[in-house]
Nanobody, 124 residues
């Protein structure tokens, strides 16, 4: 079935950086897209960044463009989210997902597996 395990969430000051990791196991890594989502209690889960398994195409939510970078290491079956210049509004629980889609753009993918999430808290 597969499993996704996130790590790297923490509490930081505004302007700081964090790197989230998502270790994938099982056949789910063969899904063609990997992505990071985030959710604040009471709000819908929103897509933050996505990447195709080939590592050629990436997509970002407008609010994180220029600050966040998604990457992957196929040898380690790990997806990363480098988050720089963090803002209080980035505070959320961040989830890793394996998805399938015609492209890896948000709205074009169907989630197949979710991780358990890791909390990011940014204080002003």
């Amino acid at each position: 079935q597969g499993q996704l395990v996130e790590s790297g969430g923490d509490s930081v000051q505004a302007g700081g950086s964090l790197r989230l990791s998502c270790a994938a196991s099982g056949y789910m890594y063969s899904r063609n897209c990997m992505a990071w989502f985030r959710q604040v209690p009471g709000n819908d889960r929103e897509g933050v960044a996505s990447i195709d398994i080939g590592g050629e195409d990436t997509y970002y939510h407008d609010s994180v463009k220029g600050r966040f970078t998604i990457s992957l290491d196929n040898n380690k079956k790990t997806v990363y989210l480098q988050m720089n210049s963090l803002k209080p509004e980035d505070t959320a629980k961040y989830y890793c997902a394996a998805l399938m889609g015609r492209t890896c753009a948000f709205g074009a993918m169907t989630p197949r597996l979710w991780g358990q999430g890791t909390q990011v808290t940014v204080s002003s």
